[in-house]
């Protein structure tokens, strides 16, 4: 069965940028709704508490996840730390749990601190394996010289690289202008959505209250597949 799923996020913030103990902060409800079974769950991120002016909180990122069925009954519940583990409260009454999801520890501490905190999943995301090699259209931001030479620590050079790239896409952006041109996506297309705010993607030629979404074509690995691409991809890098 094809299930359509939507959802809202928190609020992020980052404090204490000025001065302090930075640290990223989500507050606020998202829920998730999955539009097709009308079943749906919503996720409460409760604010900081505890802790000076200036300081990280002694009790932060803590979450409280509910479960509906389509008939609004509250069916299950999950509590826990988003940056720590997640377990079901299985008779929903704070007695007995059951974790879900656990965070994974960094196999290297010292390497995870090298790059900024990230996760090995996070560190690998910019990784060309065998699997794509040869087969990423010429867009592909992996394939972005400057961010590749700074992988390298060749800081000097991905500058450089950085701002030659950077006024390259401005020129382009100011030479579609000046010719009239509305650069149109490969592989996304703008239709109508029921579940989407009206007026979020306004357009000069339609009513602003026609709520509309972007919805993946599938041409990309059509393309990927055969290794034809289009030929209008542009030259980004």
Known sequence: MSEHFTFT?????????????KYLEHAGEMKVTNQTTCEYATVTFKEGTGGGLFSTPK??????????NSKGEKKKRIVGKWSESLAEDI??????????WRAKVPPNIDVCRKYYGLSQFAIE???????????????????????RLYEEGKISEA???????????RETRALLEEKGITWSPQWFRLEEDPYEEPGFYPSENEENSIARTWKFTGRYWQARESGKWPENIPELW
């Open 9 to 21: 996020k928190p609020s992020s913030w980052m404090r204490n940028m000025i001065a302090g103990e």
């Open 91 to 100: 008779q929903m009454n704070g007695r007995t749990f059951s974790v879900v």
């Open 59 to 68: 009790e932060r990122n803590h979450v409280t996840g509910l479960l509906y």
């Open 159 to 169: 500058d450089k690289e950085k701002l030659r790239i950077e006024n390259k896409q």
């Open 125 to 147: 995301l910019n990784e060309i394996t065998p699997i794509e090699k040869g087969k990423l259209p010429k867009t592909d931001s992996r394939l972005r010289p400057d961010q």
